[in-house]
Protein backbone atom coordinates (compact mmCIF):
# COMPACT_ATOMS: atom_id res chain seq x y z
CA UNK A 1 0.00 0.00 0.00
CA UNK A 2 1.34 3.41 -0.99
CA UNK A 3 1.89 5.98 1.56
CA UNK A 4 2.51 10.02 1.78
CA UNK A 5 5.05 11.08 4.31
CA UNK A 6 4.64 14.57 5.80
CA UNK A 7 7.73 16.25 7.71
CA UNK A 8 6.83 16.48 11.56
CA UNK A 9 7.70 20.54 11.26
CA UNK A 10 5.02 21.09 9.17
CA UNK A 11 1.80 19.29 10.71
CA UNK A 12 0.81 20.02 14.27
CA UNK A 13 -2.42 18.13 15.54
CA UNK A 14 -1.91 19.32 19.13
CA UNK A 15 -1.73 23.21 18.82
CA UNK A 16 -5.62 24.60 19.69
CA UNK A 17 -4.79 27.87 17.51
CA UNK A 18 -5.07 28.59 14.49
CA UNK A 19 -1.65 27.44 13.69
CA UNK A 20 -2.86 24.09 14.07
CA UNK A 21 -2.74 21.51 11.00
CA UNK A 22 -0.74 21.42 7.73
CA UNK A 23 1.56 24.66 6.78
CA UNK A 24 2.33 25.31 3.13
CA UNK A 25 5.38 26.55 2.58
CA UNK A 26 5.59 29.65 0.87
CA UNK A 27 9.27 29.16 -0.75
CA UNK A 28 11.64 31.77 -1.46
CA UNK A 29 12.94 33.85 -3.84
CA UNK A 30 14.88 31.46 -5.71
CA UNK A 31 12.41 28.13 -5.48
CA UNK A 32 8.63 29.46 -6.01
CA UNK A 33 6.79 28.97 -8.61
CA UNK A 34 7.25 30.01 -12.10
CA UNK A 35 4.94 32.76 -13.14
CA UNK A 36 2.82 31.34 -15.60
CA UNK A 37 -1.23 31.98 -16.01
CA UNK A 38 -3.01 29.49 -13.48
CA UNK A 39 -0.15 29.06 -11.01
CA UNK A 40 -0.83 28.92 -7.55
CA UNK A 41 1.64 29.53 -4.36
CA UNK A 42 1.58 30.67 -1.22
CA UNK A 43 1.69 34.58 -1.04
CA UNK A 44 4.87 36.58 -1.27
CA UNK A 45 7.12 37.34 1.84
CA UNK A 46 5.27 35.51 4.40
CA UNK A 47 6.98 32.76 6.48
CA UNK A 48 5.64 28.91 6.91
CA UNK A 49 4.85 29.06 10.19
CA UNK A 50 2.14 32.30 9.88
CA UNK A 51 -1.53 32.08 10.06
CA UNK A 52 -1.46 35.41 7.89
CA UNK A 53 -0.10 33.62 4.81
CA UNK A 54 -2.65 33.44 2.27
CA UNK A 55 -3.01 31.79 -1.23
CA UNK A 56 -2.65 33.22 -4.62
CA UNK A 57 -3.19 32.51 -8.37
CA UNK A 58 -1.76 34.35 -11.24
CA UNK A 59 -3.71 35.63 -13.80
CA UNK A 60 -1.63 36.11 -16.45
CA UNK A 61 -0.20 39.30 -15.76
CA UNK A 62 0.07 39.45 -11.79
CA UNK A 63 -0.65 37.43 -8.39
CA UNK A 64 -4.05 37.60 -7.11
CA UNK A 65 -5.57 36.50 -3.34
CA UNK A 66 -7.20 33.15 -3.44
CA UNK A 67 -10.99 33.93 -1.94
CA UNK A 68 -14.40 33.21 -1.93
CA UNK A 69 -15.71 36.62 -2.93
CA UNK A 70 -17.20 36.79 -6.57
CA UNK A 71 -15.82 39.27 -9.26
CA UNK A 72 -16.98 42.68 -10.39
CA UNK A 73 -17.02 43.98 -13.44
CA UNK A 74 -14.67 47.24 -12.39
CA UNK A 75 -14.96 49.71 -15.41
CA UNK A 76 -13.11 52.73 -13.13
CA UNK A 77 -9.89 52.02 -14.92
CA UNK A 78 -11.00 50.84 -18.33
CA UNK A 79 -8.65 51.71 -21.35
CA UNK A 80 -9.29 50.73 -25.16
CA UNK A 81 -6.61 48.00 -26.10
CA UNK A 82 -7.59 47.16 -29.77
CA UNK A 83 -10.37 48.00 -32.27
CA UNK A 84 -11.76 45.93 -34.85
CA UNK A 85 -13.97 46.01 -38.20
CA UNK A 86 -15.17 42.22 -39.42
CA UNK A 87 -16.02 41.14 -42.28
CA UNK A 88 -19.64 40.58 -42.79
CA UNK A 89 -20.75 38.77 -45.74
CA UNK A 90 -24.55 39.43 -46.49
CA UNK A 91 -24.99 43.00 -44.89
CA UNK A 92 -24.25 44.03 -41.74
CA UNK A 93 -24.32 42.65 -38.08
CA UNK A 94 -27.50 43.08 -36.49
CA UNK A 95 -26.92 41.04 -33.26
CA UNK A 96 -24.59 39.27 -31.53
CA UNK A 97 -23.60 36.12 -28.61
CA UNK A 98 -20.30 35.09 -26.87
CA UNK A 99 -18.75 31.57 -26.24
CA UNK A 100 -17.99 31.87 -22.70
CA UNK A 101 -14.40 31.26 -23.19
CA UNK A 102 -13.89 33.79 -25.55
CA UNK A 103 -13.06 31.56 -28.54
CA UNK A 104 -16.09 32.22 -31.14
CA UNK A 105 -19.12 34.30 -31.46
CA UNK A 106 -22.16 34.43 -33.91
CA UNK A 107 -23.81 36.94 -35.30
CA UNK A 108 -26.79 37.90 -37.46
CA UNK A 109 -27.27 39.61 -40.37
CA UNK A 110 -29.80 40.55 -43.11
CA UNK A 111 -28.36 41.24 -46.74
CA UNK A 112 -29.91 43.64 -49.48
CA UNK A 113 -32.32 41.03 -50.40
CA UNK A 114 -34.02 40.77 -46.88
CA UNK A 115 -32.60 37.27 -46.58
CA UNK A 116 -31.41 36.20 -42.87
CA UNK A 117 -28.22 34.66 -41.89
CA UNK A 118 -26.34 33.21 -39.14
CA UNK A 119 -22.65 33.61 -38.79
CA UNK A 120 -19.49 32.23 -36.51
CA UNK A 121 -16.63 33.50 -36.39
CA UNK A 122 -13.59 32.35 -34.18
CA UNK A 123 -10.67 33.67 -32.04
CA UNK A 124 -7.35 32.21 -32.42
CA UNK A 125 -6.04 33.30 -28.88
CA UNK A 126 -9.75 33.54 -26.49
CA UNK A 127 -10.58 37.48 -25.84
CA UNK A 128 -7.60 39.13 -28.46
CA UNK A 129 -10.18 40.49 -30.80
CA UNK A 130 -6.77 40.87 -33.23
CA UNK A 131 -6.98 36.80 -34.12
CA UNK A 132 -10.77 37.17 -35.21
CA UNK A 133 -11.19 35.20 -38.35
CA UNK A 134 -10.82 37.01 -41.44
CA UNK A 135 -14.70 36.09 -42.25
CA UNK A 136 -17.16 34.05 -41.02
CA UNK A 137 -15.58 30.15 -40.56
CA UNK A 138 -19.25 29.10 -41.37
CA UNK A 139 -22.81 30.13 -42.01
CA UNK A 140 -26.56 29.09 -42.31
CA UNK A 141 -28.83 31.07 -44.18
CA UNK A 142 -32.51 30.89 -42.30
CA UNK A 143 -35.27 29.73 -44.95
CA UNK A 144 -37.25 27.88 -42.73
CA UNK A 145 -39.45 29.98 -40.25
CA UNK A 146 -39.77 32.64 -43.23
CA UNK A 147 -38.82 35.53 -41.15
CA UNK A 148 -40.90 38.58 -42.48
CA UNK A 149 -38.01 41.31 -41.26
CA UNK A 150 -34.57 41.22 -39.73
CA UNK A 151 -32.89 39.25 -36.84
CA UNK A 152 -31.24 41.26 -33.55
CA UNK A 153 -30.04 39.14 -31.19
CA UNK A 154 -29.21 35.51 -31.09
CA UNK A 155 -27.80 33.14 -27.99
CA UNK A 156 -25.78 30.00 -28.27
CA UNK A 157 -24.78 28.14 -25.06
CA UNK A 158 -21.51 27.26 -23.97
CA UNK A 159 -21.41 23.51 -25.42
CA UNK A 160 -22.33 25.32 -29.02
CA UNK A 161 -25.20 23.01 -29.38
CA UNK A 162 -28.31 25.49 -29.38
CA UNK A 163 -28.66 28.66 -30.81
CA UNK A 164 -31.80 30.46 -30.41
CA UNK A 165 -32.78 34.15 -32.18
CA UNK A 166 -36.26 36.51 -32.03
CA UNK A 167 -36.68 37.80 -35.48
CA UNK A 168 -38.54 41.30 -35.78
CA UNK A 169 -42.45 40.88 -36.97
CA UNK A 170 -42.24 37.46 -36.23
CA UNK A 171 -44.33 37.29 -32.46
CA UNK A 172 -42.53 33.44 -32.51
CA UNK A 173 -38.81 33.14 -31.48
CA UNK A 174 -37.23 30.31 -32.45
CA UNK A 175 -34.34 27.75 -31.41
CA UNK A 176 -32.26 25.13 -33.56
CA UNK A 177 -29.88 22.23 -32.56
CA UNK A 178 -26.49 21.98 -33.78
CA UNK A 179 -26.07 18.66 -35.83
CA UNK A 180 -22.48 18.60 -34.76
CA UNK A 181 -21.67 21.20 -32.13
CA UNK A 182 -20.09 24.37 -32.98
CA UNK A 183 -20.37 23.69 -36.42
CA UNK A 184 -23.08 26.16 -37.84
CA UNK A 185 -23.69 24.64 -41.01
CA UNK A 186 -25.36 21.31 -39.69
CA UNK A 187 -28.37 23.50 -37.71
CA UNK A 188 -31.46 21.12 -37.63
CA UNK A 189 -35.16 22.13 -38.07
CA UNK A 190 -36.05 25.27 -36.14
CA UNK A 191 -38.47 24.95 -33.30
CA UNK A 192 -40.77 28.07 -32.49
CA UNK A 193 -42.19 29.18 -29.41
CA UNK A 194 -45.51 31.42 -29.40
CA UNK A 195 -44.56 35.19 -27.55
CA UNK A 196 -47.15 37.41 -28.55
CA UNK A 197 -45.69 41.32 -28.32
CA UNK A 198 -46.12 44.47 -30.36
CA UNK A 199 -44.00 47.55 -31.13
CA UNK A 200 -40.40 47.64 -30.43
CA UNK A 201 -40.91 44.40 -28.03
CA UNK A 202 -41.23 41.96 -30.85
CA UNK A 203 -37.74 41.43 -31.08
CA UNK A 204 -34.40 40.90 -28.64
CA UNK A 205 -31.88 43.60 -28.85
CA UNK A 206 -29.83 40.70 -27.09
CA UNK A 207 -30.06 37.82 -25.73
CA UNK A 208 -28.01 36.23 -22.69
CA UNK A 209 -27.59 33.32 -20.05
CA UNK A 210 -26.95 33.82 -16.52
CA UNK A 211 -26.61 31.75 -13.27
CA UNK A 212 -24.65 29.14 -15.03
CA UNK A 213 -26.98 28.89 -17.92
CA UNK A 214 -30.03 28.51 -15.54
CA UNK A 215 -31.29 31.63 -16.48
CA UNK A 216 -31.77 33.22 -20.18
CA UNK A 217 -32.57 37.38 -20.06
CA UNK A 218 -34.08 39.25 -23.30
CA UNK A 219 -33.45 43.05 -23.30
CA UNK A 220 -36.12 43.92 -26.21
CA UNK A 221 -38.23 47.26 -24.93
CA UNK A 222 -38.38 45.84 -21.80
CA UNK A 223 -36.00 42.97 -20.08
CA UNK A 224 -37.34 39.48 -19.62
CA UNK A 225 -36.41 36.53 -17.60
CA UNK A 226 -36.12 32.95 -18.38
CA UNK A 227 -35.83 30.68 -15.91
CA UNK A 228 -34.36 27.39 -17.66
CA UNK A 229 -35.07 23.54 -16.13
CA UNK A 230 -32.19 22.74 -18.23
CA UNK A 231 -29.06 24.33 -18.57
CA UNK A 232 -28.27 25.85 -21.88
CA UNK A 233 -31.35 24.82 -22.95
CA UNK A 234 -33.75 28.02 -24.26
CA UNK A 235 -36.87 25.80 -25.14
CA UNK A 236 -36.81 24.35 -21.67
CA UNK A 237 -37.86 27.49 -20.03
CA UNK A 238 -41.62 30.18 -20.52
CA UNK A 239 -42.19 30.43 -23.77
CA UNK A 240 -42.99 34.23 -23.26
CA UNK A 241 -42.84 34.93 -19.28
CA UNK A 242 -44.04 38.81 -18.58
CA UNK A 243 -41.87 41.77 -18.85
CA UNK A 244 -40.10 42.66 -15.99
CA UNK A 245 -41.36 45.69 -14.38
CA UNK A 246 -39.77 48.89 -14.45
CA UNK A 247 -37.16 47.80 -17.29
CA UNK A 248 -38.23 49.78 -20.09
CA UNK A 249 -35.89 52.19 -21.80
CA UNK A 250 -37.61 54.73 -20.45
CA UNK A 251 -36.20 53.22 -17.09
CA UNK A 252 -33.12 53.44 -17.94
CA UNK A 253 -32.99 56.16 -20.19
CA UNK A 254 -31.47 59.04 -17.79
CA UNK A 255 -28.47 56.29 -16.69
CA UNK A 256 -27.39 56.48 -20.45
CA UNK A 257 -27.76 59.40 -21.13
CA UNK A 258 -30.94 59.29 -23.03
CA UNK A 259 -31.03 56.39 -26.42
CA UNK A 260 -32.04 53.29 -25.87
CA UNK A 261 -30.64 50.15 -23.62
CA UNK A 262 -28.80 47.26 -26.05
CA UNK A 263 -27.31 44.94 -24.53
CA UNK A 264 -26.74 43.40 -20.53
CA UNK A 265 -24.51 41.67 -18.40
CA UNK A 266 -24.50 39.63 -15.06
CA UNK A 267 -21.11 39.19 -12.80
CA UNK A 268 -20.93 35.43 -11.42
CA UNK A 269 -23.05 35.39 -8.11
CA UNK A 270 -25.54 37.98 -9.95
CA UNK A 271 -25.31 41.20 -7.92
CA UNK A 272 -23.95 43.41 -10.66
CA UNK A 273 -26.08 44.21 -13.28
CA UNK A 274 -24.48 46.09 -16.15
CA UNK A 275 -26.42 47.91 -19.03
CA UNK A 276 -25.07 49.58 -22.33
CA UNK A 277 -26.85 51.38 -24.49
CA UNK A 278 -26.56 54.28 -27.52
CA UNK A 279 -23.15 56.51 -28.17
CA UNK A 280 -21.15 53.77 -26.14
CA UNK A 281 -23.07 54.48 -22.30
CA UNK A 282 -22.54 52.19 -19.69
CA UNK A 283 -24.52 51.85 -16.26
CA UNK A 284 -23.79 49.18 -13.79
CA UNK A 285 -25.86 48.06 -10.73
CA UNK A 286 -25.60 46.52 -7.33
CA UNK A 287 -28.90 44.23 -6.49
CA UNK A 288 -29.66 43.40 -3.14
CA UNK A 289 -30.92 40.37 -4.44
CA UNK A 290 -29.03 38.36 -7.16
CA UNK A 291 -30.19 38.11 -10.68
CA UNK A 292 -33.45 40.46 -9.32
CA UNK A 293 -33.20 43.48 -11.98
CA UNK A 294 -36.16 45.24 -10.02
CA UNK A 295 -33.92 45.33 -6.59
CA UNK A 296 -31.19 47.67 -8.46
CA UNK A 297 -29.49 50.73 -6.72
CA UNK A 298 -28.74 53.71 -7.71
CA UNK A 299 -26.71 53.46 -11.34
CA UNK A 300 -23.09 54.21 -11.54
CA UNK A 301 -22.44 55.54 -15.23
CA UNK A 302 -19.90 55.59 -17.10
CA UNK A 303 -18.98 57.23 -21.36
CA UNK A 304 -16.47 55.55 -23.16
CA UNK A 305 -17.65 57.73 -26.68
CA UNK A 306 -14.44 59.41 -26.62
CA UNK A 307 -12.02 56.30 -25.44
CA UNK A 308 -13.88 54.06 -27.85
CA UNK A 309 -12.89 57.23 -31.00
CA UNK A 310 -15.15 57.46 -34.66
CA UNK A 311 -18.73 56.63 -34.93
CA UNK A 312 -21.48 58.87 -33.72
CA UNK A 313 -24.12 56.27 -32.19
CA UNK A 314 -22.21 53.29 -30.73
CA UNK A 315 -24.93 50.97 -30.57
CA UNK A 316 -23.52 48.20 -27.57
CA UNK A 317 -24.98 45.12 -28.31
CA UNK A 318 -22.56 42.92 -26.40
CA UNK A 319 -20.97 42.84 -23.09
CA UNK A 320 -18.44 40.31 -22.67
CA UNK A 321 -15.73 40.07 -20.20
CA UNK A 322 -13.34 37.08 -19.78
CA UNK A 323 -13.48 35.11 -16.65
CA UNK A 324 -11.38 37.03 -14.71
CA UNK A 325 -12.83 40.44 -15.34
CA UNK A 326 -9.11 41.84 -16.31
CA UNK A 327 -10.22 42.44 -20.36
CA UNK A 328 -13.60 43.29 -21.22
CA UNK A 329 -15.13 43.24 -25.34
CA UNK A 330 -17.89 45.37 -26.48
CA UNK A 331 -19.60 45.61 -29.55
CA UNK A 332 -21.29 48.12 -31.52
CA UNK A 333 -24.06 47.20 -35.13
CA UNK A 334 -24.23 50.97 -35.53
CA UNK A 335 -22.05 53.78 -36.41
CA UNK A 336 -19.66 52.21 -36.78
CA UNK A 337 -20.88 48.85 -37.90
CA UNK A 338 -19.04 45.36 -37.18
CA UNK A 339 -17.00 47.18 -34.74
CA UNK A 340 -15.49 45.38 -31.98
CA UNK A 341 -13.78 47.10 -29.19
CA UNK A 342 -11.27 45.20 -26.89
CA UNK A 343 -10.51 46.76 -23.55
CA UNK A 344 -8.57 46.81 -20.76
CA UNK A 345 -9.88 46.31 -17.14
Known amino acids: MATTKVRGELVDLN ?6 GLKIPSGTLVNRPTEAAGQIRNNTAETSQSSASTMEYYNGSSWKVINNE ?66 PVGSFQITSPAINNYLSGCIVNAAESKIAYD ?43 ADNENKMYWMNSSMRQF ?14 PTAIANTSDSDFSADLDGGNTRSMFFNDN ?5 IAGDAARLAQYTLSTAYDITTRGTATKYNFDTMLGAGASKEIYAIRPNASYTKLILASTYQPENTLYELAL
Request: charged share 15%.
Open 15 to 20: ESTSES
Open 270 to 274: GTQFT
Open 70 to 135: ALTLDLSNASLIDTQVITVTEGNMRGLSFVPDGSSMYITSMNASSQDFLHKYTFSTAFDISTVSSG
Open 167 to 209: PYTNTDWYQQNFGTPGDITTLQSASSFACSRTGGDRTARSMIF
Open 227 to 240: DLTTAGDPSSGPAC
